[in-house]
């Protein structure tokens, strides 16, 4: 089930709404509504965002990540399906966004022109796609009501002849009523299996379509020729229970978007500068107009313009290119850049998304596989169908010369046999569980990372920030500092996230008037304030920058101003209560635990109750961490990195799977795949287990409904079932799948409580 779309390199497609007028889209042309869709432009780059409820399934992801084979003017396209939400990245000389709404259009996913940034707008928009589902299901329900009350008369006749003009009138009403259904009740089926077969390509509507079409027009047949009364009354039924099936999967869905929108929790704050006062502030309170103060290596949370005199921008979050843009007074700078260098005042011009950083943060790449929600099925519509066919066929054949039977047992093959269901079971149990975790503030980038920590045998912890306290005390130490240079260190100091820098600076705003900064992660920083160049970081960052360096390696972190070093802080750090209980339970899971930090072994007494001495390491830089990590890997074993996200990058990008524990900071660690605030960390053994029993759910529902199809099938062949059977089963077997996974995963996250 691995190989769907491998036979045939073209596009699969999805449903297709009502085709809207080119005209309606020049709006585009317009840069203030173009901008309104745009998440990042610079130079021939723009990207873009567009809500396409229209999507559905695995053939509408795939076709939609395919873009660029329709517009070469298309640089990449990328699909959310629980958020119904592509983003497209395009040259603006070769193409624009009224082409790339065109072409969606085209290709039957009409976009949705209005501002994605209101929960209002986007909860309207899925009010209006389960209303279309309802009207379909009103007139297939009335029609299929009204057929079987006329089927009536012909069943209670018993072969015996009614009158002639009411056989007529009686076909007439069934013929009359019937119409609707196929063409409006059955669209959806219809439209995107014809595209489907435009195109080259089989997807999953097809064998559905095929069996509705050959009922209904096998129906008409015979009552125009009067052979027998048809099966009008049947195929208004089929689409009736067909049609609630799909308004099952519509609910399960907008749930789960539900849950990773408006109640997942993204840890992320930002410093706003309101009536001379600044505050810590989380992201989804920053409105146009507010102004907010980002350090370096923070992520800027909305588009602003800058307030500052001048700065550096780093957008390898949005571009994938690392170099910093230099940016002047009045420049517009746009989310998801990170501040390089000092740090910057900004005026927001958009309220925060969440949504959008939640995007950046999932696009980033990591060793964690992007799962899409279709990829259990990926490659399995056109094998799929060819095997529903041919069983179909030759299960009819075998029921010859009895014509009425053997078309009962071909259109029963074709309904029962929809997978559907199966491809409900992974996204609905993970999404669910998603959500669940984002309420209790576990933020997971993708559900692939679910399925990855099922295989973690070790976990390698970072401990500033980590198993420690973030902020430590900071006790100085050295020759007495003027009050001049000690504003000069603080403000150094306020300008790095680092918690080391903020211990020193004591302060959350950062000092303005920084000539220039620069930090190296994991060892220093270095900037000049008020005519002094001050250095503050580790004994070998000392030797890096200063001519001469004359005290020994005695404490954690030194400082020197115009290159001496004038003194040291030394650090008092608190390890969290419930670090020693979490490191037991893991223990108890037979997991190994080891501690990789940078630090000095100041601490090493007081971790020596929870991690033997030959578990630790101490004076790691970066690399070091990389290298700690490598080797456990080389070793056989599946490796979680633990750490802040500051100086532990490069080691979460080496891990299999990686958790960013946040503690109040703008700071989005890019090779994170789970982001979790550190009074949660305690809760890491219950993630751990609860992604081992997600595993089982999902089994527990494939299972399922494998032997459900089975079985189906088993009766469809006998000539058990009839049509309207088979189209009741289909939903069952979906709302049971539904059932299985959402409440498995709500009832197993107990024990987060």
């Not at 409900?424 to 980038?445: D, N, S």
């Not at 160049?533 to 030194?558: H, L, P, R």
Request: glycine share 8%.
């Amino acid at each position: 089930m691995c190989d769907y779309y491998a036979v045939d390199a073209g596009p699969g497609v999805s449903q297709r709404g009502t085709r809207r007028d080119p005209s309606v889209y020049e709006m585009l042309d317009i840069s203030a509504v173009a901008a309104e869709f745009t998440d990042y432009s610079s130079g021939t780059r723009t990207r873009v965002r567009l809500t396409l409820p229209g999507m559905h399934c695995a053939s509408c992801v795939w076709l939609l990540e395919q873009l660029q084979q329709f517009d070469r003017g298309i640089l990449s396209s990328r699909v959310d399906l629980i958020r119904r939400t592509i983003e497209v990245e395009y040259d603006n000389s070769m193409t624009s966004l009224k082409a790339v709404a065109i072409l969606l259009s085209s290709l039957g996913y009409e976009p949705l022109l209005n501002r994605e940034g209101t929960e209002r707008q986007r909860d309207a928009d899925q009010r209006e796609a389960t209303r279309r589902i309802y009207l379909r299901l009103g007139v297939a329900g009335f029609a299929a009501g009204n057929i079987m009350m006329i089927s009536v008369a012909r069943y209670l006749a018993n072969g015996n002849n009614i009158d002639l003009s009411l056989e007529r009138l009686f076909a007439t009403l069934s013929i009359a009523l019937s119409v609707p259904v196929y063409f409006y009740s059955a669209a959806p089926w219809l439209r995107s299996a014809l595209i489907s077969v435009r195109r080259g390509v089989v997807s999953l509507d097809v064998p559905v379509a095929l069996g509705i079409s050959t009922l209904f027009i096998r129906s008409i047949i015979d009552l125009v020729s009067g052979r027998s009364e048809g099966f009008l009354d049947s195929f208004a039924g089929l689409v009736f229970f067909l049609l609630i099936g799909k308004l099952f999967q519509q609910k399960a869905f907008e749930a789960v978007s539900f849950d990773r929108t408006v109640r997942s929790f993204f840890p992320l704050s930002v410093r706003r500068e309101r009536r001379g006062r600044e505050d810590v502030v989380p992201i989804d309170a920053i409105h146009t107009g507010d102004v907010m103060i980002v350090r370096n290596g923070e992520v800027i949370p909305a588009d602003s313009v800058l307030m500052s005199d001048a700065g550096y921008v780093d957008y390898a979050f949005v571009t994938g290119e690392s170099v910093p843009v230099e940016c002047t007074s009045g420049s517009m700078i746009f989310a998801g850049g990170k501040v390089v260098g000092t740090a910057l005042r900004l005026t927001a011009t958009r309220p925060v998304s969440q949504s959008y950083l939640a995007s950046l943060w999932e696009r980033t790449s990591s060793r964690t596989p992007r799962t899409s929600y279709g990829k259990l099925s990926d490659r399995f519509g056109l094998w799929f169908t060819i095997g529903t066919l041919m069983t179909a066929i030759v299960g009819a054949g075998l029921w010859l010369p009895d014509v009425t039977l053997a078309m009962n047992v071909f259109t029963s093959v074709l309904i029962i046999a929809c997978p559907c269901a199966l491809t409900l079971a992974t996204p609905i149990t993970l999404g669910t569980a998603m959500g669940v975790l984002g309420r209790y503030g576990i933020y997971v980038k993708n559900v692939g990372v679910l399925l990855e920590l099922k295989r973690v045998n070790t976990i390698v912890f970072d401990k500033t920030g980590t198993l420690a306290t973030p902020l430590p005390d900071a006790v100085y130490t050295g020759r007495p500092l003027d009050a001049l240079e000690q504003k000069a260190v603080r403000a150094i100091a306020s300008n790095s996230a680092h918690p080391v820098s903020q211990s020193i600076a004591s302060t959350t705003a950062p000092f303005e008037s920084i000539e220039c900064i620069s930090e190296r992660i994991g060892k220093g920083i270095l900037g000049r304030y008020a005519g002094y160049e001050v250095a503050i970081g580790s004994w070998q960052y000392m030797n890096e920058v200063c001519s001469k360096v004359e005290v020994e390696e005695t404490c954690d972190t030194f400082v020197s101003i115009d290159g001496t070093v004038v003194g040291a802080y030394k650090m008092r750090s608190c390890i969290h209560p419930d670090v020693a209980s979490m490191i037991s339970s893991l223990r108890e899971e037979k997991i190994t635990t080891k501690l990789v930090t940078g630090d000095t072994d100041r601490d090493a007494e007081m971790l020596s109750s929870i991690f033997p001495s030959s578990d630790m390491t101490f004076r790691a830089i970066p690399s070091e961490k990389v290298g700690s990590v490598d080797r456990l890997r080389n070793a056989g074993a599946t490796v979680l990195m633990v750490g802040d996200g500051l100086n532990d990058i490069s080691a979460m990008a080496a891990a299999d799977v990686s958790i960013a524990v946040t503690n109040g900071t703008s700071t989005l660690a890019p090779a994170s795949d789970v982001v979790m605030p550190a009074d949660r960390l305690r809760d890491l053994p219950c993630l751990l287990g609860y992604s081992n029993d997600l595993g089982r759910v999902i089994s527990a529902s494939l299972w399922f409904t494998m032997a459900y199809n089975i079985a189906g099938l088993a009766l469809a062949l006998s000539g058990l079932l009839t049509p309207v059977l088979t189209a009741i089963m289909m939903p069952v077997s979906s709302l049971l799948v539904i059932g299985i996974s959402v409440f498995g995963a709500r009832i197993l996250s107990q024990r987060f409580a």
